[in-house]
């Protein structure tokens, strides 16, 4: 019974290895790096758009606050 046991862990940790090296073959591959880079690439875009928003919302709460004109006519 125990080497029954025994060889069910061995084929499930045999089936676990296989399935992580062909994932990880598929991700080093050419087409894997440049999913990985265009994934990141896209990140930053994002973030650079969140920070731009960002960053515009708080320099039309600033010139509310001080008074001054309004942001789209170019007074500064």
Avoid: C, S, Y
Avoid at 47 to 59: K, P, S, T
């Amino acid at each position: 019974m125990k080497r029954i046991v025994w060889m069910g862990i061995g084929v499930a940790i045999g089936v676990i290895a296989f399935r992580k090296i062909t994932e990880a073959q598929a991700n080093i591959g050419p087409d894997g790096l440049n999913r990985a880079v265009g994934r990141l690439a896209d990140g930053l875009f994002d973030f650079a758009d969140a920070v731009r928003a960002g960053m515009h919302e708080r320099e039309e709460d600033l010139r509310a606050a001080l008074g001054i004109g309004d942001a789209g006519t170019g007074q500064r």
